[in-house]
């Protein structure tokens, strides 16, 4: 263990080092949140829509499945023949794994609208909010908590998808892992991991904290002991 | 225009023979997929349906299998075999640790969701503990525990194309070899034949679920309303019980 610790203090002791994992963390960070904002504003409308109209419900939801299951490393290299993107554009990546995003939340959507009480939505018509207002005031809203724990799945989901995008040369993180495969050195590949861990458990702090910030309500709820 | 370049690689038979063609590959695609599916599952799911009869532990369990899913396979893969030297060995175990988290967490949550008056009506009647869980716990967590076997399928199909990396083979072969020679069709048409390996996995594996959950676990689900939104199929399993 301890010589693997003064690997990584020799390796980070390099300021050009030290330099370009700060550059790929970043890029890593844009790369990884990026598409999770992507993706969330378009999952939203989606899945009001497909909620809603009925006929649309199956298609929708059954293509997201299916783009679910096709690989990353797959995705990100198709992407640039539908795109018109070059091969080593980020683009790719970002639009590739916001489609993943959309996927994942879709059915999530559908299912948090589905399971608002009815009767919370009645008194919201009866008191005059038209369909449109009506979900960004009061649906949206108490759909949080439901769209919360998914948008944290597809967070992590996106930060360790990332670094695949080192094989067409724009990983974040990723790139560490190639650089160190390459050397056949294990110091920036253990930075690599940290980092990425790290990543990922600071986004799931983020987003707990803006669940919280987002519905007041249920703390309200707790604190009053309605439930536990 | 790409993709009529695609469709001519595919239709070269001579892509399709020898040790390097596609049935090859998928061949060898598959051996890592089902391998790592069966060590993972033989892990996970007696680990996920102890934790979830015994109700201890699940706080940890959950939080380990979240703080599993963050690590990045290809870091693993490569810190694995600058450690221990074997293709083989470090892939394996680098899409275990993929694979183990998604069944953990499903068959825990399957557990989880059986109703606990079904669990103490077994009780009533005399079953052990090990009786209820063999019983009536595992059949009722069979949707869930086979969604997450499903989940952890897509996931080692489509991340085994990593282990071309280390020099393996695989579907992933065409990919990585494709884009170091600048074969841009190759590489499409690897990824297409992933994408439809693991569609076609996941189609076995759904009519496999259909032949294993008992007929009244299945109707229980689909007419129980606000809970059979829990059954975790398609994309959004993977937040299921976490």
């Known amino acids: ?62 293509s997201a499945s299916v783009l679910y299951t096709v690989p990353s490393l797959a995705l990100f290299v198709i992407m640039p023949s539908i795109l018109g993107t070059r091969i080593l554009d980020g683009a790719n990546v970002v639009v590739a794994l916001a489609l993943y995003t959309v996927a994942l939340l879709l059915r999530p959507v559908v299912d948090a609208l589905d399971a608002l009480p009815g009767h919370v939505v009645a008194a919201a018509t009866a008191m005059g909010y038209r369909p ?9 809203p108490m759909a949080v908590p439901v ?15 990332v670094s695949v995008g080192a094989f067409i040369g724009i990983g974040g993180l990723g790139q560490l892992f190639t650089e160190g495969f390459q050397t056949r050195y294990l110091a920036p590949i253990v930075i690599g991991i940290l980092l990425t861990l790290l990543l990922a458990l600071a986004m799931d702090l983020l987003l707990v904290g803006l669940r919280r910030a987002a519905t007041p309500w249920a703390r309200a709820g707790l604190r009053a002991g309605a439930r536990a | 225009m790409i993709f009529s370049q695609v469709l001519a690689w595919l239709a070269d038979s001579a892509h399709w023979r020898g040790p390097g063609g596609v049935p090859v590959r998928v061949v060898e695609h598959l051996y890592y997929t089902v391998v790592t599916v069966l060590v993972a599952a033989g892990i996970a799911v007696p680990l996920g349906l102890v934790v979830g009869h015994t109700g201890r532990g699940g706080v940890v369990l959950v ?34 640790v993929l694979a183990v988290p998604p069944v953990l967490a499903g068959s825990y949550a399957g557990v989880q969701s059986v109703e606990r008056d079904v669990v103490d009506a077994a009780r009533g009647m005399g079953l052990t503990s090990a009786q209820r869980l063999w019983q009536v716990e595992l059949p009722g967590a069979l949707p869930l525990l086979l969604g997450g076997v499903r989940s952890a399928t897509l996931q080692v199909v489509a991340t085994t194309t990593v282990a071309a990396y280390i020099g393996l083979g ?8 494709g884009l170091r020679s600048g074969d841009y069709p190759q590489m499409v048409a690897g990824a297409l034949l992933t994408a439809l390996l693991a569609l076609l996995l996941d189609l076995l594996l759904a009519g496999l679920a259909r032949l294993v959950v008992p007929t009244g676990v299945r109707l229980s689900a ?19 019980g976490l």
């Open chain 1, 1 to 62: 263990m301890t010589p693997m610790v003064d690997d990584i203090g020799r390796y980070l002791s390099s300021p050009s080092n030290r330099e370009k994992v700060f550059e790929l963390l970043g890029e890593h960070v844009v790369l990884a949140v990026l598409p999770l904002l992507i993706g969330l504003v378009a999952a939203v409308p989606l899945g009001w829509a497909a909620q809603r109209v009925r006929w649309l419900r199956a298609p929708v939801l059954g």
């Open chain 1, 132 to 140: 449109a207002r009506r979900f960004v005031a009061v649906e949206l």
């Open chain 1, 147 to 161: 769209l919360a724990a998914s948008v944290r799945v597809a967070s992590a989901s996106n930060i360790s998808l």
């Open chain 2, 63 to 96: 939080g380990l299998a979240n703080a599993m899913r963050a690590l990045p396979t290809l870091g693993l893969l490569t810190f694995l075999f600058l450690l221990l030297r074997s293709q083989g060995t470090s892939t394996l175990l680098a899409l275990i």
């Open chain 2, 170 to 177: 695989g579907l992933g072969r065409l990919l990585l070899d």
């Open chain 2, 222 to 240: 689909a007419g129980a309303g606000e809970s059979s939104r829990r059954r975790g199929r398609g994309p959004g399993s993977e937040g299921v």
